[in-house]
């Protein structure tokens, strides 16, 4: 297992010799001890993605896609083995991580695809007097800084379209997850031929610092950051020091709605995807569900069976379908989140309190009677907690989900296209899953309006985001 820094092709301990343990959530237990990094590590890390870079934006953009298409085809030949690091690291069911290395991998298969239709453009100026020439080169050295819910999918979302563009990457993955960054950038490097310091990555104790640092290097162009909107807006506020190109994937408060005319079964179904895919640990999550009044009951009965029917275990357990929380401090907001409904009137139907035992086990949670004010349909849960808000009609509905600072991701259940299509466009967020619990798909646009971030990832956006524009104005 690689646990130390990369930075131009070295594998190094921090200079500082600090380090950081890497925790097993479903056991408590350490996997392995990481290097940390520090400021100098930081600063060395950009200077080596500065002096690759050049030499790499040069290269042939058909050579380019097709390492990038090995990058594909290595995680897929590796697969097993990510699986198995994401699970340790993680936590998260391996069909779950299996599924998220397929994910990931497709970010460099569809950007190696875009890298050879990067266009710009060509015109005429409208006095008719001279060529306008537009296109787009790299933005430089990205530093990103990576979340622990996809320890592979969200670093692979920015790396592919980032190298494809033709820059250079400093990745500064989350102390939780490090390890399956550090196994891609071996394998990156080792199997695909990837020039050493296109991509380093500095693994952290704490962040602050060595991304402060990163950020008023002078290479360092840009900052692609998922994770909090609390963050993100930390990160805004220091990348306007040097005016830093930004691409902010931050947090959401997904509102899923269901009409009483939607088929029950497929939105229970959606319902269950949206809500607890990879453990409910996404940005995208179902988190308030609006049902109309006539059909609470039965939504709420189906998809309180369907949630106690899962199984609750460490990720190489048989038939595992939800693993553990992050950490104890997850579990403790999840508890705090439900213990606060609950204490403003809020039902239990199933779940509701933490799993006893070693690991950060919380269990599926349906709640009913919630309010539209309570903490719990405010805040983002990052949890396996489902509270059910009743609503009467259309226009309420889509003002009350519309009614969060949020606009990441939203879902729709219904049977009439014509409502399906109407409240799906009404409704504030980067994304609508129209009688679909999963919406992710590296061919389309991710990201959010709203304080749910700036910028989209996949697509063919995705690519234009790591690059600048430049026009050359011409005399003939
Ligand atoms: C996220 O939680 O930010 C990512 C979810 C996804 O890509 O499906």
Redo the contacts with the bound molecule.
């Keep these: 297992m690689q646990t130390n820094l990369v930075i131009g092709g070295d594998r190094r301990a921090g200079a500082d010799g600090d380090t950081v343990d890497v925790l097993n959530p479903a056991t408590g237990e350490t996997v392995a001890t990481v290097a940390a990094g520090s400021v100098s590590d930081m600063r060395d890390a950009c200077d080596a993605a500065a002096a690759a870079q050049p030499a790499w934006a040069a290269t042939a953009p058909r050579v380019r896609a097709e390492l990038l298409r090995s990058c594909y085809q290595v995680m897929v030949d590796n697969a097993d083995l990510l699986a198995d690091l994401i699970v340790a690291e993680h936590g998260k069911p391996k069909a779950d991580a299996l599924g998220e290395i397929a994910y990931a991998a497709e970010f460099f298969r569809w950007n190696s695809e875009e890298t050879v239709r990067l266009h710009g453009s060509i015109g005429t100026n409208p006095a008719g007097t001279a060529r306008m020439i537009v296109h787009h080169p790299p933005v430089g050295v990205v530093l990103m800084v990576t979340p622990w819910?996809?320890p592979a999918?969200?670093i692979t979302r920015k790396m592919a379209p980032a190298l494809g563009a033709g820059n250079a990457v400093v990745i500064k993955p989350p102390k939780e997850t490090p390890l399956t960054a550090l196994a891609l950038a071996d394998l990156f490097e080792n199997e695909v031929g990837l020039p050493a310091g296109l991509v380093n990555i500095v693994t952290t104790a704490s962040a602050s610092a060595p991304v402060k640092a990163a950020m008023d290097h002078d290479a360092v162009r840009m900052v692609s950051f998922?994770g909090s909107t609390e963050v993100g807006r930390i990160l805004l506020k220091q990348a306007s020091d040097r005016v830093l190109k930004v691409a902010m994937?931050l947090g959401g408060n997904a509102p899923f709605v269901v009409f009483a005319d939607a088929d029950l079964d497929l939105a229970v179904e959606g319902a269950i995807a949206a809500k607890m895919r990879h453990s409910a640990e996404?940005?995208?999550a179902a988190n308030r569900f609006f049902v109309e009044e006539p059909v609470m009951e039965e939504f709420g009965t189906k998809l309180a069976a369907a949630m106690s029917a899962m199984t609750v275990a460490e990720g190489h357990a048989e038939g595992a379908q939800v693993g553990p929380l992050i950490n104890q401090e997850a579990v403790d907001n999840v508890d705090r989140l439900v213990g606060s409904a609950v204490a403003d009137g809020a039902n239990v139907v199933t779940g509701g309190a933490p799993i006893e035992g070693p690991g950060f086990f919380y269990p599926p949670t349906v709640l009913t009677g919630v309010g539209t004010d309570a903490d719990v349909a405010r805040e983002e849960i990052f949890g396996p907690v489902a509270p059910l808000i009743a609503f009467t009609d259309e226009d309420e509905v889509i003002a009350m989900a519309n009614d969060t600072e949020m606009g990441l991701m939203g879902y729709v259940f219904t049977q009439d296209l014509a409502r399906g299509l109407r409240v799906s466009e009404q409704i504030q967020a980067g994304m609508v899953g129209l009688n679909r619990g999963v919406v992710?798909d590296p061919a389309a646009p991710?990201g959010g309006m709203k304080q749910s971030g700036l910028g989209r990832e996949g697509a063919s956006e995705g690519i234009y985001e790591f690059c600048e524009t430049q026009y050359i104005a011409t005399n003939w």
Excluded: L, V
Aim: net charge negative; charged share 10%; hydrophobic share 35%.
């Design positions: 819910n996809f999918a969200m998922t994937e996404t940005c995208t992710s991710f």
